[in-house]
């Protein structure tokens, strides 16, 4: 069974930085995308950025790309998410990801394996 966890949600200002982090299990090296998606309450959830493992190349959202970066830490198994210029409207619960297949577009449907999500809220 694949495990993922995510970290580093809280609450902050608009404006702030914000870095989440997401430890996967060892059975999640087989992935081969990792990403974050988010839900706002009230909201269906939503893809954020993804980064594919092999060769780290990214994409993003747009409603975060220039703000948003993801990237994969030095261990195989973790993937962080820096988020800058946070807005009001970014406040969710983030979920990291996993995709075990070559796929196109990035959808909550086409994840294989989820995390429980970290809350993140930003006050103006």
């Known amino acids: 069974q694949v495990e993922l966890a995510e970290s580093g949600g809280g609450l902050v200002q608009a404006g702030d930085s914000l870095r989440l982090s997401c430890i996967a299990s060892e059975r999640t090296i087989s992935a081969i995308d990792m990403a974050w998606f988010r839900q706002a309450s009230g909201k269906e959830r939503e893809f954020v950025a993804a980064v594919r493992w092999s060769t780290g190349s990214t994409t993003y959202a747009d409603y975060v790309k220039g703000r948003f970066i993801i990237s994969r830490g030095n261990a195989k198994n973790t993937v962080y998410l820096q988020m800058n210029s946070l807005k009001t409207e970014d406040t969710a619960v983030y979920y990291c990801?996993?995709?075990?297949?070559?796929?196109?577009?990035?959808?909550?449907?086409?994840?294989?394996?989820w995390g429980k999500g970290t809350l993140v809220t930003v006050s103006s």
């Open positions: 990801a996993a995709r075990t297949y070559y796929g196109g577009t990035y959808s909550p449907a086409g994840v294989n394996y």
